[in-house]
Structure formats: C-alpha cells, structure tokens
C-alpha cells in the first residue's frame, strides 16, 4: 500500500503554496535538476544513515503524513541495523498536505544541530494521517532538539532546504513515483511499504542484481 498525491494537487502545486513560490511555477526547475542515479544517491545536504559506506545504498522518498511510511519505518529500521552494511538515504518528499512540508522542513532544519534523526523519529511516531503542525511541533519539542537554534537554522538556511525540497521532487518525478513510501534499494525501484520480510527480500535480490 501507498498513499497517493491527492487528486486536485500536484506535488508541485502543493510545494508551491506551502513554500510561498509562485503560483505559475514552471517545471523549469525540474528539468534543471540533476535527476541521475548518482545524484539521487548521493546528495550532500541529503541526510544519510546506516553505515556510510555500505555496500548497497537504500533510498526512501516519504511523507510524515503518510501511514504506510510510518508502518515500514520500523521494518526498514531494523533491516538496516541488522545488516550493518546499507546506507540509508531519506529524501524528504511532502506530497500529502501543507503540514507534510512544515514538518520536512523542521527535520530537515534539524540536521544544522545533527538532531536529523531526532526529529525524523519523533514525526514518524506520530500515529495517522493529516496530523497537524501544532502536533508536529509538540512532538518535536519532545525530540531533544534545542528549539530556539532550530528557529534560527530554519530562517538562515531556509533557501537550502527550499531547492533541496524541489530536488527531491524533481528526483521523485523522474522516477514516475506517484505516492509514499517509495524506495530504491540499490537499482531496484519498490512503490509501496515493505514488511521486514519484504525489504529483507528486497536487499538480497539488489546485492545478487549488482554482482551479475
């Protein structure tokens, strides 16, 4: 299962109100973008988990209001601890409702103080779609993160996680996704969540794929 873009909304309509972008933005921004394997996988203002320098690289495209990311999260989790040899790609992709873009944007802000992490958890733990701000911001508080360099990273880096946000969708477009969760997990593309089993699966036929 996945969750859909809503019907009356393009990701980049969405990202254009929550974002305060024009409202006739163009898809010139996409086009620019680098949207190649390389620079899917390897971003250097995306964050990153798992051992960096695995052998197999696990990129995951989700929404925070998004259930069925929430549900695989765990799953995902747990493979790539146990594995100890896949690096982990988040790549922020807030489709859903303009709180998913406040809530990426927060966790990605994060990242400036190295509480990514932190916040990405406490945002992932909130149970149910559609879940609002202010429910966001009161589980982040919950998260450890010191609130006020929050504030301040996110007005001084806005720009940054701005055009990282529309890289992403640019990157997610160019794979023809239409909904979260999504994964690349090595050079396969998987669109919907995975049990523990399914991404387990999913690892071995990528590392038998990449030794052909």
Known sequence: MFATRPSNFSPRL?????????????????????TSTEAIQNDPATPVAGNPKGDLTIVTFFDYNCPFCKKAEPALEQVVKEDGHIRLVYKDWPILTKASVYGAQLALAAKYQGKYDAVHAALMSIPGPKIP?????????????????????????????????????AQADSLGLQGTPAYLVGHYKVTSALTYDGFKRAVADARAQAKK
């Open 133 to 169: 701000e202010d429910q966001m911001l009161a589980a982040i508080r919950k998260s450890g993160v010191d609130m006020d360099k929050l504030d301040a990273d996110l007005k001084a880096h806005g720009d940054e996680i701005t055009a990282l946000l529309r890289r992403n969708l």
């Open 14 to 34: 969405l990202l254009s109100l929550a974002l305060l972008m024009p409202m006739t933005v163009s898809h010139a921004f996409a086009q620019d973008a680098d």
